[in-house]
């Protein structure tokens, strides 16, 4: 089964920059769509950026959208989160899951891999 891991978390100053690596047991994700969700202590799961696997098509929460970019690595076995601007509402735990799905992908449900998550904090 895929597994995936994020990092690339830590904490830093309202306004600067950082970007998240989530990176595929697997050599390559052919098919896979990926996707980013944060989780802030008290809150929901929320959606932040997806991208579709051939890596031509994403989607923005409106909260980040301008701010946040998704991308995915030349060998298509990792996906990248560049997250410009942070403000201290961005932080969150965030997680990165993968779907085999094309459309749909800022609902939860449609994906069914997992990882396990890396801290964000951004300071005032």
């Known amino acids: 089964q895929v597994q995936l891991v994020e990092s690339g978390g830590g904490l830093v100053q309202a306004g600067a920059s950082m970007r998240l690596s989530c990176a595929a047991s697997?050599?390559?994700?052919?098919?896979?769509?990926m996707g980013w969700f944060r989780q802030a202590p008290g809150k929901e799961r929320d959606f932040v950026a997806a991208i579709r696997s051939n890596g031509g098509s994403t989607f923005y929460a409106d909260s980040v959208k301008g701010r946040f970019t998704i991308s995915r690595g030349n060998a298509k076995n990792t996906v990248y989160l560049l997250m410009n601007n942070l403000k201290p509402e961005d932080t969150a735990v965030y997680y990165c899951?993968?779907?085999?799905?094309?459309?749909?992908?800022?609902?939860?449900?449609?994906?069914?891999?997992w990882g396990q998550g890396t801290q964000v904090t951004v300071s005032s």
């Open positions: 697997e050599v390559t994700f052919r098919n896979y769509g």
């Open positions: 899951a993968a779907t085999t799905r094309s459309f749909g992908l800022m609902y939860q449900a449609n994906y069914a891999y």
